[in-house]
Each structure stands twice: as structure tokens, then as C-alpha cells.
């Protein structure tokens, strides 16, 4: 009779262990799939923003006319009324893979406009290579000297 209630709690605590066991396990799981999955969101960071800098250095460089000028606004990249056709930089504007929101910050251009975007997250990255936090990463367009066409998608713009 005493083994058998022995044997009873040898039992419940062997599932005791196997559950705290389990939820340990678990828990590391979550925590690698969420560093993975935000390492994700890093790089499409990186995608988007270089998106969005393309668009602005060929917004810039295909002013009409010899005084070049950057985008008054974000849209400005989905449809440029400045030529006799519509040009289209952008095909849509990008969510912030961070926010998961359409806002962006800009940067603003010295003689006016948007020379570049961040997103507005101030958490920190986990790649460790990377250091400060999300809304330090600009991504900018900065024109050359004199407004000399520059190099983009290894195509000389004029």
C-alpha cells in the first residue's frame, strides 16, 4: 500500500519535469523565431529604403531643365507630371517593414524637398552587427557636385 502511493508521486512529479521541460523548450523556440523573423523585417528594411533612394536619385536626375530638384513629397515618386507622360519611380509607397505603417520619416533636402526616408521605430536592431536603433538608418540620395548625373542600378543617368 505505501509503494503505491510512492509510485503515485514518483508519477506526478515526472510530469511535473516533463511540463516545465516542455514550456522551457517552447520558450526558446519563440525566442529564436522572433529574433529570426525580425532579422527578416531588418532586411527588407534595407530593400525598401534602398527602394525609396533609387527612386528619389532618379526623380532628381531627370528634372527637365538644367536646375535639378529633389521630390516635394514621397508621392511625388509615384507619378512625375513634370515630363509630357507620367514617370513612375515607385510603384506603390512601401510599408515600413518595422511599423508595418505607410509613414516614413524624411529627410529634408537643403534647397527643399526630400532627400531621403527612415522609419520612425526607435527600437533597437537585433543583427549584431548593427548598432543604435532603427530610426538612425537614413536612407539618402545625396547629389553630386554640380548636379552630374551619378551612377544607379550601374546605369549612368544624365
Do not use: C
Amino acid at each position: 500500500m505505501n509503494s503505491g502511493k510512492r509510485q503515485r508521486g514518483f508519477t506526478y512529479l515526472v510530469a511535473l519535469l516533463t511540463v516545465a521541460t516542455t514550456g522551457i523548450a517552447l520558450a526558446a523556440t519563440a525566442e529564436v523565431w522572433s529574433h529570426a523573423r525580425q532579422r527578416e523585417k531588418e532586411v527588407e528594411l534595407m530593400w525598401v529604403g534602398n527602394q525609396f533612394k533609387e527612386a528619389i536619385g532618379l526623380y532628381y536626375q531627370r528634372t527637365p531643365g538644367s536646375v535639378k530638384r529633389y521630390p516635394e513629397k514621397v508621392e511625388d515618386l509615384l507619378e512625375d507630371r513634370r515630363h509630357l507622360g507620367i514617370h513612375r519611380y515607385l510603384r506603390r509607397v512601401y510599408p515600413d517593414p518595422i511599423t508595418g505603417r505607410s509613414e516614413w520619416g524624411l529627410v529634408p533636402a537643403p534647397d527643399g524637398g526630400i532627400m531621403g526616408v527612415y522609419s520612425l521605430s526607435s527600437a533597437h536592431p537585433v543583427r549584431e552587427k548593427e548598432t543604435g536603433r532603427y530610426d538612425e538608418w537614413k536612407f539618402i540620395y545625396v547629389a553630386p557636385p554640380g548636379g552630374a548625373g551619378q551612377r544607379i542600378d550601374g546605369l549612368r543617368r544624365p
